[in-house]
């Protein structure tokens, strides 16, 4: 099975700060069809499903903000929230699909200081 | 629009089975995959399993062994999760998911289903 590792566990900034959320994977995400790392980032707010923020790991989807942002290949991963808002008060997820079973991260809980 | 919607909370005693129900709408069934996965309260995503609507084939978390099963009604849309010999760890929400064109990530979310499991 693919581990995938997340950090920080949690974070805690200031509105308008910008915050960053790293995912690790046990090996490589490059999906060879399309030379794209199979990484999902959610976003799960209390007492919600996950929701979907960016597939392929730097594509958003549609209807979510442009101060999300995903980066990173193979292996190493990013989520950075360029400008945090009161609304992105939130746990977020990273998930693999490279591979059955889909792995997800522990989640990274993030807080306004 | 495309919808999931599962069926409503269950409380079970120990050694008990329960069976989760996940109704699909706005979307051609057999398209795409249906994944189930659970959070206990508190903690993080755990997945469980997969099943190929189309297809009829599934697959399964090992660590569930051979407790979990799912199937797929296409006639009314509906995916189901049964798990048996239940335990107070299998408390959590269970949430049914589907999978955007394969391989894909989970883009449409059911609302969740709570199963506590307690005598």
């Known amino acids: 099975d693919i581990v995938v590792t997340q950090s920080p566990e949690s974070l805690a900034l200031s509105l308008g700060e910008r915050a960053t959320i790293n995912c690790r994977s046990s090996q490589s995400l490059l999906y060879f069809s399309n030379n794209k790392n199979a990484l999902a980032w959610y976003q799960q707010k209390a007492g919600q499903p996950p929701k979907l923020l960016i597939s392929?790991?730097?594509t958003r989807e549609s209807g979510v903000p442009d101060r999300f942002s995903g980066s990173g290949s193979e292996t190493d991963f990013t989520l950075t929230i360029s400008r945090l808002q009161a609304e992105d008060v939130a746990v977020y997820y990273c998930q693999q699909y490279y591979s059955t079973p889909r792995t997800f991260g522990r989640g990274t809980k993030v807080e306004i200081k | 629009q495309v919808q999931l919607v599962q069926s409503g909370t269950e409380v079970k005693q120990p050694g008990a089975s329960v069976r989760i129900s996940c109704k699909t709408s706005?979307?051609?069934?057999?398209?795409?995959?249906i994944h189930w996965v659970r959070q206990a309260p508190g903690q993080g995503l755990e997945w469980i399993a997969v099943?190929?609507?189309?297809?009829?084939?599934?697959g399964y978390a090992q660590n569930f062994g051979d407790r979990v099963t799912v199937t797929s009604d296409k006639s009314t849309t509906t995916s189901y999760l049964d798990l048996s010999r239940l335990r107070s760890e299998d408390t959590a929400v269970y949430y049914c998911?589907?999978?955007?064109?394969?391989?894909?990530?989970?883009?449409?979310w059911g609302q969740g289903t709570l199963v506590t499991v307690s005598s």
């Open positions: 706005g979307y051609i069934f057999s398209s795409h995959y």
């Open positions: 998911a589907r999978e955007s064109p394969r391989p894909g990530p989970f883009d449409y």
């Open positions: 392929w790991s730097s």
């Open positions: 099943a190929n609507p189309s297809a009829g084939t599934t």
